[in-house]
């Protein structure tokens, strides 16, 4: 009889700590991949924050692009840039505080 108690409390340890194991490994397991899945929503967020950006930038390039369409827009900016004048007319550049 102390031999069959004895063989029955291995057996409860043996499960035990089996059980012990099998939970730490999981519990071990779902961390591991919470902690990917909080790295991988912050990276989202930045990425569609830097979406947004880019998207107003390119609404800005395509804005400068039609103007640079218009011929008038052109000299403009030329004269304005680039100090460029039509014949007669003078450039005075006044300095900026």
């Given at each position: 009889m102390a031999k069959r108690k004895k063989k029955v409390r291995t057996r409860f340890f043996l499960?035990?700590?089996?059980?012990?194991?099998?939970?730490?490994?999981?519990?071990?397991?779902?961390?591991?991949?919470?902690?990917?899945?909080?790295?991988?929503?912050q990276e989202k967020k930045n990425l569609d924050r830097e979406l947004t950006s880019m998207k107003e930038k390119e609404e800005e390039l395509k804005v400068d692009a039609d103007k640079l369409q218009n011929p008038d827009y052109i000299a403009?900016?030329?004269?304005?840039?680039?100090?460029?004048?039509?014949e007669g007319e003078y450039i005075l550049q006044i300095p900026e505080e």
């Open positions: 499960l035990g700590l089996t059980s012990m194991f099998i939970i730490c490994a999981v519990t071990f397991t779902i961390g591991k991949y919470w902690i990917e899945i909080i790295d991988k929503y403009r900016y030329a004269r304005e840039k680039y100090l460029y004048s039509k």
